[in-house]
């Protein structure tokens, strides 16, 4: 199972959104950026960088790139959600919603 690290003010929602969308199950583990937990030890073993949102796969690996660039990982490896990307070119992302780069 997935599990996704992310909060208020983050783009969190938006990697949510697909997993949702790609009916892929995952947890959800707030983290609270305005008291500094993005820059907890625990945290910064999966990001250096302290930067949010982090989505971890079933393999334990943690993916840091930008929120962007884990919701295109997760519609590349989805089939209902490939499908979306082959017909539309891309996640089906509401254009509202799009952001490219994680805030700390």
Known sequence: M???HG???TRAPLVQWVLEEGKIAY???RID???GEHRS???LAMNPAG??????TPEGMPQQ???GGIEDKLAK????LRHARKHNGAARVPVALQGTASQP
């Open 51 to 56: 930067l949010v949102p982090v989505l971890v």
């Open 33 to 35: 950026i305005l008291n």
């Open 27 to 29: 947890e959800f583990r």
């Open 65 to 67: 790139e930008a929120a």
């Open 41 to 43: 030890a625990e945290f």
């Open 2 to 4: 997935y599990i996704l």
């Open 7 to 9: 909060g208020d003010f």
């Open 77 to 80: 490896g989805t089939p209902r």
